[in-house]
């Protein structure tokens, strides 16, 4: 597939990324790890006319624990997550679910900044932040602000970043708590027909791709925190969502997956 | 005489590495892409968006002013420009009044599926190209189109405005129906079933690309085409093009890769040598993935009618089929052939006495099918095997029993049989490769654990199933094709030289594309002319250095080509033996020939090596009188009949019965190719098929919506297994030599996909079998499988 023409910088440093998207503003496009973005273009699916390449601003990969929380720069690798102590120790989900990420390339190139970013519902990790209470780190020409991930995501590929705005860290709070993470698919390459995620003992619950963007299930952390049974809040897991409908499934099956999907997660995670 | 003989290095069942692997594996290898001719213009195509559609008009100014573009050709500017003088071929026209509308390489007035060539570009840059393609405006008036195959049947659109059916042929093969008849009316049992063969995409992992270099001022042209079939495709661009065939030069460099999808004569392929000799410089096109997934040719897309009649103890006495076969929009090289090729394997490995076979083969307005591994073989073998199943569940007994019922002379070794296809079997001997493959599976471990598992409510259950196929390999016998109303014949060449220095060239006219034929045709000289494989060279896909071939597919390169070279190999054996006995004054009824030296019989310490006469042969000093010189001969080998490989797999799969998730979790195949020349390339070969017809039980469809467009075009959503979606394979091998040819070679080329398929359906449907569930539509999809859960549980199964 060829796309279409584009020029590319590579940025330097975030504020550089940041002062050249004030310069392109809606043409530009931030590339990180690739693996979403090249293959739209090469789809046509997308044709930004600027690349700015942020994948090798090395200050912007690092992981490391403060206060509690755990703070994990942009362009931190998903194979880096997978394999990283701290995350192993203060996060466990976190490296987990990295690791079923697409397949080896997609997990050396793709990053977790990135992957928020282009905030498609059927990533995996964006469920697993939000499953955790993360923060999203988001710094613009005049600042650092900081974004929950509940209000991040607004429809397919959208969120609330603005045109000249980046990721710079995502933050999540250290829990060990029960964790798991279910995903359903036909081949292990693959986005998940459906994903579930529990944190922190079932308090946090998010679903992947069941719906316009990843999912906290809302309903069924209501219900666990009421007292309910696990199988009885597993049934209201899509309570809200509208599934889509592709060539795996329909909805009302994607409807039927996320139940089961969350029952068993639940059940793994107590 | 007490002379030890050593087994001849790399010789027959020598588990040799593949020479050809060191090249590939570090990049050293050619394919078209890496190939450049300089002034070469890159050939982009604007293709349909509408299954079927009037074209109005087209604007190609836009395009025509983008940078580098050198022209944009509608269909209507390259008509007038008289580039070729017939339409594409379609080879296998199957009977006499079969319709095929002409089908130019570029749409005129009409196009008929999405994918469909409107216009052209020619542009010097690769990017500048796709950039100008998008630019050609297109006016179309959408037209009823018919986007699948029932509905073709039901006649509810037209695939052709000017047809007035999409019906393009009826073909029977019904050698007895009285015989038929007969059978059913005192039937104790019949079954009766509905299958259908989902369309599939040949997805090569290289895509369809091809290079046209001109020589103007020599009328010569060089066509470098990543085809299975540069010798067909060089008579085929002659009599299309009108370019004189003997001006022509067919390259097909290394090739990644084809099963069936390279085997065509693609618009493509003609637009890019047709401009090239008009315009004078170097053309050429590579296809980009979601192109070339509507654009090439698929295969299957099939709807099977099968019935079965047994008797009380299950012995089945007929089989009738009916077949609606998707032609697409266009009959293209062997299109409605290949259904037909099944026809003849319907009764499978079973003595089953009368075979009734039709065939209709129907337009839609979808991209055209063609032949895929297998070509209508695994889509038999399927039907047969899910309704013997099908047979022994309704009877109440096992699946191996049912086979063991009916097994071609009982399971015992047979040759020359005469089956109710009217094709004549060359050998086979069904038991033993059948009771291996039950001890290798543990059948009884596996159905002890199955009921474990069904007493325990498990979420997980497991599934067993089976599939005891037969395949037709060793296309094909000339006559036979004849009778078949084939454009061609079946047969092979080979040329085996021994050179002055001891060296030894063969020339293939079977082409491969990844199988391995460079090892094996010297193992092949190995095992005939006792030379180390290592000084065996191997010419092949270049018609300039391999005139005469007939190329690979349909399993035939070892069972005809291979045939072929040792056939050579014997007669460069006889003529060095001549001189030989020459050189030690004796008779040549005296000489004797061990890996690779002659001597004199009882006196074995005088010898020569048949290497060290290939300079004696060359210089010519002294011959034996009347002998030409050199070491060089050739041969065309025709084979009798052809050859039926067969064997027994056994697929274990895991359902989980609440997300109806399903994985292959154990695999056996016992098969019997015959000899086998290098049992690790058989092993390779039994594996990538087995992991193809899974795909296709499991995994692969293309998949249109409603208006004809495929919804999934890229390798991200049309599902080609990955080896985590795969169990280790297990496998073995029994050895029945053919009867057909003087190695006792079959093919295997095709086996593994034929049986695969079958196996993994039998033990999906085994698996659902408590929730009521009989069958299930390929690919047998998570969400299928829910669906019969849901609906067989409530008593609704089909």
């Known amino acids: 597939m060829i796309p279409a023409a584009f020029d590319y910088t590579v940025a330097e ?22 693996h979403s973005l090249i293959p739209m273009m090469k789809f046509r699916l997308a044709a930004p006319t600027q690349l700015i390449d942020v994948a090798r601003i090395s200050d912007l990969s690092y992981i490391r624990q403060e206060n509690g929380q755990v703070a994990i720069g942009a362009m931190t690798k998903h194979a880096e997550l997978e394999t990283n102590d701290v995350i192993a120790a203060a996060c466990p989900i976190l490296g987990h679910v990295a690791s079923l990420v697409g397949d ?19 990533s995996d990790l964006p469920a ?53 993470y279910q995903k359903f698919n036909r081949r292990a390459q693959d986005w998940a027909i459906v994903g579930v995620a529990v944190a922190d003992g ?69 | 005489m007490t002379a030890t003989i050593e087994p001849t290095k790399g010789g027959f069942g020598t588990r040799m590495l593949r020479k050809e692997d060191p090249k590939l594996l570090t990049g050293e290898n050619k394919f078209i892409d890496d190939i450049k001719a300089p002034g070469q213009l890159w050939m982009g195509m604007v293709r349909s968006q509408f299954a079927h559609a009037t074209i109005n008009s087209i604007d190609t100014s836009g395009a025509e002013s983008m940078p580098g573009v050198h022209s944009v050709l509608t269909g209507a500017q390259l008509a007038e420009m008289g580039l070729w003088q017939a339409p594409l071929p379609c080879a296998w026209p199957v009977t006499e009044d079969m319709v095929n509308p002409p089908h130019y390489p570029v749409a005129i007035s009409e196009a008929k599926h999405v994918g469909d060539i409107v216009a052209v570009v020619l542009c010097s840059d690769r990017y500048g190209v796709a950039d100008a393609v998008e630019q050609v405006v297109v006016d179309y008036t959408p037209l009823p189109a018919v986007v699948n195959l029932q509905d073709a049947v039901d006649g509810k659109a037209m695939a052709h405005s000017d047809l007035e059916t999409n019906k393009a042929f009826h073909w029977p093969l019904d050698p007895n129906p009285e015989g038929t008849a007969a059978a059913f009316a005192n039937a104790a049992h019949v079954v009766k079933a509905r299958f259908v063969q989902q369309r599939l995409i040949p997805m090569p992992m290289e895509p369809r690309g091809c290079l046209a270099v001109p020589s103007p001022a020599g009328g010569e042209i060089v066509f470098y085409s990543a085809t299975q079939i540069p010798h067909i495709l060089k008579i085929m661009i002659a009599a299309t093009s009108g370019i004189p065939e003997n001006k022509i030069r067919v390259i097909a460099p290394s090739v990644g890769g084809g099963f069936g999808g390279k085997l065509n004569v693609d618009a493509d392929a003609l637009l890019a040598v047709t401009l090239a000799n008009h315009i004078g410089l170097p053309v050429r096109w590579t296809e980009q993935r979601s192109e070339g997934a509507g654009a090439s040719h698929q295969g299957r897309g099939q709807i099977q009618h099968v019935e079965a009649a047994a008797d009380e103890n299950g012995k089945v006495t007929a089989i009738k089929v009916h077949l609606d076969a998707d032609m697409g929009a266009y009959m293209m090289l062997i299109t409605p052939g290949v259904p037909l090729l099944g026809s003849f394997l319907y009764t499978g490995v079973y003595d089953i006495p009368n075979l009734s076979f039709s065939c209709d083969g129907h337009f839609t307005n979808l991209t055209p099918t063609d032949a895929y591994r297998g070509a209508g073989r695994p889509e038999a073998s399927y039907a047969i095997e899910r309704i013997m199943d099908m047979m022994a569940h309704k009877i109440g007994i096992a699946p ?19 089956a109710a296809s009217t094709l004549t079997f060359d050998s086979g001997h069904y038991k033993p490769a059948h009771d291996r493959a039950l001890e290798l599976a543990d059948m009884a471990g596996l159905r002890s654990e199955q009921a474990r598992r069904r007493d325990a409510g498990e979420t997980k259950q497991l599934g067993i199933g089976m599939c005891t196929y037969v395949e037709i390999c060793g296309l094909a016998p000339s006559r036979a094709l004849g009778g078949l109303n084939y454009g061609a014949g079946g047969w092979e060449h080979a040329t085996v030289r021994l050179l002055p220095t001891g060296k030894v060239e063969v020339v293939s006219g079977s082409t491969p594309h990844g199988q391995g034929h460079e090892t094996a045709w010297s193992q092949i000289i190995a095992e005939k002319m006792g030379i180390d494989p290592n000084d065996v060279e191997v010419l092949h896909s270049d018609t300039a250095l391999s005139p005469l071939g007939l190329d690979t597919y349909g399993s035939r390169s070892l069972a005809v080509g291979g045939v072929a070279i040792a056939m050579a190999a014997d007669k460069v054996v006889d003529k060095a ?57 050739q041969v065309n080998f025709d084979p009798p009949n052809f050859a039926f490989p067969f064997g027994t797999h056994v697929a274990v799969v895991e359902i989980d019965i609440e997300t109806g998730g399903v994985e292959l979790i154990n695999y056996i195949g016992v098969d019997d190719c015959g000899i086998q020349v290098n049992p690790l390339i058989v092993e390779g070969q039994v594996h990538g098929g087995i992991v193809q017809g899974a795909a296709q039980a499991l995994f692969e469809e293309a998949v249109y919506d409603e208006n004809g467009n495929i919804t999934n075009p890229s ?84």
């Not at chain 2, 049912?402 to 049989?417: D, K, T, V």
């Not at chain 2, 040549?588 to 020569?608: H, L, M, Q, R, W």
């Not at chain 2, 210089?619 to 010189?629: I, N, R, S, V, Y």
């Not at chain 2, 496998?731 to 196996?759: C, H, Q, R």
Request: glycine share 12%; proline share 6%.
């Open chain 1, 13 to 34: 440093n975030a504020e550089h990324a940041i002062q050249l998207l004030g310069e392109y503003g809606d043409e530009a496009k931030l590339l990180a790890g690739g």
């Open chain 1, 104 to 122: 080896p390339s997609v997990r050396h190139r793709g990053t977790l900044g990135g992957t928020i970013a282009h905030s498609d519902p059927a």
């Open chain 1, 128 to 180: 697993a932040v939000l499953a955790l209470g993360g923060t999203i780190v988001a710094r613009g020409p005049n600042g650092q602000r900081e974004i929950a991930a509940t209000d991040f995501f607004t429809g397919y590929f959208e969120s609330v970043l603005a045109p000249d705005e980046m990721i710079v860290e995502v933050k999540v709070p250290a829990n060990t708590g029960g964790w798991n």
């Open chain 1, 202 to 270: 079932g308090k946090g619950v998010a679903l992947v791709n069941m719906g316009s963007t990843p999912l906290r299930a809302t309903a069924v952390e209501a219900a666990l925190a009421g007292g309910g049974s696990v199988a009885d809040a597993a049934e209201l897991a899509a309570e809200g969502a509208v599934p889509p409908v592709d060539n795996n499934a329909d909805a009302s099956y994607r409807t039927h997956l996320a139940q089961v999907l969350t029952r068993r997660a639940l059940e793994a995670a107590s």
């Open chain 2, 400 to 418: 191996e029993e049912i086979r063991s019922r009916n097994y071609i002379n009982g399971g015992e070794h047979f040759e020359n049989f005469d």
């Open chain 2, 577 to 633: 033996k001549l001189i030989a006995a020459h050189q030690f004054e004796a008779s040549p009824e005296d000489i004797e020939f061990v890996n690779g030296s002659f001597s004199v019989a009882g006196t074995p310490t005088k010898s020569v090596h048949i290497q060290e006469l290939g300079f004696a042969a060359f210089t010519a000093h002294d011959l034996p009188d009347g002998m030409e010189p050199n070491l060089q001969e």
């Open chain 2, 715 to 798: 390798l991200m959503d049309y599902l080609v297994p990955s080896t985590m979606e795969m169990p280790n394979i297990t496998l073995d091998s029994t050895v029945t030599p053919s009867t057909t040819n003087p190695l006792g070679v079959k093919g295997v080329g095709e086996a593994g996909t034929i049986g695969s398929a079958a196996a993994v359906i039998n033990a999906v449907c085994d698996g659902l079998s408590p929730y009521g569930v009989t069958d299930i539509k390929m690919p047998a999809t998570p969400q299928r499988i829910w669906n019969a859960i849901n609906a067989g549980s409530t008593g609704g199964a089909a």
